[in-house]
């Protein structure tokens, strides 16, 4: 999860969905015969839930945004606790 924050090199927001496939395609190729036992969309859900908690660590550290991208992280953690709050999301 760390990988796709952004940093002083750069963010990865453009290319997070095509990742998030790609990572899914190659968990499933290796869980070989057990793949209904986990879903994109159970990844996804786990996903948001790891960045809210990484993003937590980072401000506990007094971590502060200071680029466009970092706003961009914002904005989607808010939606995510958005759709917490509300009860929107589900398994």
């Not at 927001?13 to 190659?26: A, Q, T």
């Not at 680029?67 to 989607?76: C, W």
Request: proline content about 2%; hydrophobic content about 45%.
């Amino acid at each position: 999860m760390y990988l796709l924050y952004p940093d002083a090199r750069g963010d990865y927001f453009e290319h997070e969905d095509g990742l998030l496939e790609f990572y899914f395609e190659r968990l499933m190729d290796r869980l070989e015969g057990r793949e209904g036992s986990y879903s994109m969309v159970i990844l996804r859900m786990q996903y948001q839930l790891a960045q809210l908690h990484f993003l937590g660590h980072m401000l506990s550290g007094g971590w502060v945004a200071s680029q466009p991208s970092d706003a961009i992280m914002i904005e989607k953690a808010n939606a995510v606790m958005a759709k917490w709050d509300a009860g929107g999301l589900s398994w």
